[in-house]
T-cell receptor
Framework: DAGVTQSPTHLIKTRGQQVTLRCSPKSGHDTVSWYQQALGQGPQFIFQYYEEEERQRGNFPDRFSGHQFPNYSSELNVNALLLGDSALYLC?????????????FGPGTRLTVL | KQEVTQIPAALSVPEGENLVLNCSFTDSAIYNLQWFRQDPGKGLTSLLLIQSSQREQTSGRLNASLDKSSGRSTLYIAASQPGDSATYLCAVTAPQPNAGGTSYGKLTFGQGTILTVHP
């Protein structure tokens, strides 16, 4: 059983560009959450997707947007990249959107903005 | 606003020592607390999850305790090994504002403790 997968593994962009990160949830999971982890910090919640809708959002600007597809996979899009967007982006999936469901994390995508 | 703090930021111990990692949170209205392990540049692996009604959980050499009223949790690692070297993160889920009591599974993390166990 494949766990949560993310692509690409690493990505280098320049300021002002746009980027799309992808996540495939664990088999049977219908909920995907995205987190940003800056170097030396704990992950910060970006948003959660369930039933193809954004259900909850953290303290991130509108430059961060997402999408969930009918097969439950998800994309994270970041526009107008800033140097401060450099981070490890983690995707987590779960059987449902609530606190009773354990979240399983993917290996992350390392984004570097130059 | 829920804030999670972990002490110490870094810890270096010789192999075989027992050690304790600390986690504190500012709002005691949590649903659960979870401890994760993160190897360098990698994703997170869940180690232990404690529900708010529980006092502790054990898995192998790991034991996590929760004192919700004081806003504290500890992760105890017995007989540490070099393979335990990693960053350890704690995270809580709590009711979200204007969300009818649900957390949406949102995890609020501490900044982590970097553990090094040397042979």
């Amino acid at each position: 059983d494949a766990g949560v997968t993310q692509s690409p593994t690493h990505l280098i962009k320049t300021r002002g560009q746009q980027v799309t990160l992808r996540c495939s949830p664990k088999s049977g999971h219908d909920t995907v959450s995205w987190y940003q982890q800056a170097l030396g910090q704990g992950p910060q919640f970006i948003f959660q997707y369930y039933e193809e809708e954004e259900r909850q959002r953290g303290n991130f600007p509108d430059r961060f947007s997402g999408h969930q597809f009918p097969n439950y996979s998800s994309e994270l899009n970041v526009n107008a990249l800033l140097l401060g967007d450099s981070a490890l982006y983690l995707c987590a999936s779960s059987l449902g959107p609530g606190e009773e469901y354990t979240q399983y994390f993917g290996p992350g995508t390392r984004l570097t903005v130059l | 606003k829920q804030e999670v703090t972990q002490i110490p930021a870094a810890l270096s111990v010789p192999e075989g020592e027992n050690l304790v990692l600390n986690c504190s949170f500012t709002d005691s209205a949590i649903y659960n607390l979870q401890w994760f392990r993160q190897d360098p540049g990698k994703g997170l692996t869940s180690l232990l999850l404690i529900q708010s009604s529980q006092r502790e959980q054990t898995s192998g050499r790991l034991n996590a305790s929760l004192d919700k009223s004081s806003g504290r949790s500890t992760l105890y690692i017995a007989a540490s090994q070099p393979g335990d070297s990693a960053t350890y993160l704690c995270a809580v889920t709590a009711p979200q504002p204007n969300a009818g009591g649900t957390s949406y599974g949102k995890l609020t993390f501490g900044q982590g403790t970097i553990l090094t166990v040397h042979p």
